[in-house]
């Protein structure tokens, strides 16, 4: 019990009612400057996210995230997401209250629960829109520090966030020097050199077509081709640095590539 204010994990029962809530809380952004509805694929009928107002939505992240609900008053008023991206490294996935119980600090509580239940947590990320001054002032005042920004939406950019649970003790992403044929998971910061003209090629699964452009990154100890895929490739420039944060390493004729993978942003570093 943190307060007035518990966290217990969401099961398949209460996935309609979440997915209630969320819509009237992301619906709620509306307030905060949020597009407009057809803005772009994050602002549908009243805005939100993929699968805000989904009970199907909600079931499934149940299955690959650790999902809370959050109580308050004996009533389920909100939910929590969060995910494990590596060891010592937690992603906030998604956080909601229900607007009746807006500015009562159930969101901090429920943060400050979360943070409890992952003591091997030392790091802790999120991403957040940037139009939205509410969670900016709510993340900041959690400790959050922006560290770069993502550019995957077409209509704005968002805030990408580092929360350091102990700042004498620095978090360290893997080095290229480290990354071998296989690895997944694979965290690494690195700068642009090159970055080459899109060709059109074919998905080997689905037949779609698709464009993909070849950079070169590099860290102190090495260099590795990145693979941009679509959108990836207009996201980026030469001497931006960036952080893969759910890559996966793949090799061809015997030469390594990194590929950004489908689960992590990609981050331009400030």
């Known amino acids: 019990m ?23 809380a992301f619906h709620s952004d509306i307030h905060v400057m949020a597009p407009s509805k057809g803005a772009d694929a994050s602002a549908r009928e009243g805005g939100g996210p993929i699968g805000y107002d989904s009970p199907e939505f909600q079931t499934r992240m149940m299955r690959v995230c650790r999902y809370y609900k959050m109580i308050y008053d004996e009533q389920i008023v909100g939910g929590l997401i969060a995910s494990r991206r590596r060891h010592g490294h937690y992603e906030l996935e998604r956080i909601f209250v229900d607007p009746k119980y807006h500015n009562r600090g159930i969101g901090t509580e429920a943060m400050k629960g979360v943070f ?42 968002g805030r990408y966030y580092q929360k350091s649970m102990d700042p004498h003790q620095r978090y360290k992403t893997m080095k290229i020097s480290e990354l071998t044929s296989g690895m997944r998971g694979v965290e690494v910061e690195a700068k642009i050199l090159e970055i080459s003209e899109p060709r059109h090629v074919r998905s080997r699964t689905t037949d779609e077509p698709l464009r993909v452009a070849n950079a070169i990154i590099t860290d102190e100890t090495g260099t590795i081709k990145l693979a941009l895929w679509n959108e990836q490739i207009k996201q980026v420039k030469i001497s931006d640095r960036i952080r893969i944060n759910s890559g996966y390493i793949t090799s061809f004729r015997g030469e390594k590539q990194l590929n950004a993978g489908k689960y992590g942003p990609l981050i331009i570093l400030l």
């Open 116 to 157: 409890t239940l992952f003591p091997d947590a030392k790091i802790w990320t999120l991403g957040t829109p940037e139009w939205n001054v509410r969670t900016k002032h709510f993340y900041e005042k959690l400790g959050f520090v922006q560290i770069g920004w993502t550019k995957d939406e077409p209509a704005w950019n």
């Open 2 to 24: 943190l307060g007035n204010v518990s966290l217990e994990q969401a099961t398949v029962e209460d996935a309609g009612q979440l997915a209630e809530i969320s819509k009237r």
